[in-house]
T-cell receptor
């Protein structure tokens, strides 16, 4: 069974559209994340979320919003897509606690905005 | 803001040699540091975690060191193999479950 899954794997859309990327984890983790990886392969955290708290990276435009219907899902909704949003988006999950826990990443969603 | 740099974007070594990757950080003192491997078209995969009070951590052919004075972590792969070719990322564990990743080093092991 896939631990962290994302859909779709590829997403091509036009500027100005609104789109969503879905993420599901079956690991029973409390915390989920969204990352953006740009063309230079730099991986940057966008959000971390557990059932208590949403932490937003201050550099993320408010066009991006995470939505969590339940503990196993964290979807990413993007409004008014721009060319600069083209990137690979990764979902991840981990345990929560005072210790540092490894993150499990999904396969990524390659978003292309034309 | 946090700045994490990894040595040279690309590193080529001969099979059987030891690969050494560097992760340098500024403006922060993390309690933990993690290393990940990323293959093309895939998500990163966790390799090792080291705490600030640990000088060294080993796992099979992998070794990580953590020098909080120098603000540096070294990642070693001994007896390297072509299958070790990938991009390696270091990550600092910040507050509130916020992870900050380095720029990555692309390692190529030449047969």
């Amino acid at each position: 069974d896939t631990a962290v899954s994302q859909t779709p794997k590829y997403l091509v859309t036009q500027m100005g559209n609104d789109k969503s990327i879905k993420c599901e984890q079956n690991l029973g983790h409390d915390t989920m994340y969204w990352y953006k990886q740009d063309s230079k392969k730099f991986l940057k955290i966008m959000f971390s979320y557990n059932n208590k708290e949403l932490i937003i990276n201050e550099t993320v435009p408010n066009r991006f919003s995470p939505k969590s219907p339940d503990k196993a899902h964290l979807n990413l909704h993007i409004n008014s897509l721009e060319l600069g949003d083209s990137a690979v988006y990764f979902c991840a999950s981990s345990q929560t606690g005072t210790y540092s826990y490894e993150q499990y990443f999904g396969p990524g969603t390659r978003l292309t905005v034309t | 803001s946090q700045k994490i740099e990894q040595n040279s974007e690309a590193l080529n070594i001969q099979e059987g040699k030891t690969a050494t990757l560097t992760c340098n950080y500024t403006n922060y003192s993390p309690a933990y540091l993690q290393w990940y491997r990323q293959d093309p078209g895939r998500g990163p995969v966790f390799l090792l975690l080291i705490r600030e009070n640990e000088k060294e951590k080993r796992k099979e052919r992998l070794k990580v060191t953590f020098d909080t004075t120098l603000k540096q972590s070294l990642f070693h792969i001994t007896a390297s193999q072509p299958a070790d070719s990938a991009t390696y990322l270091c990550a600092l564990d910040g507050f509130g479950n916020q992870f900050y990743f380095g720029t990555g080093t692309s390692l190529t092991v030449i047969p």
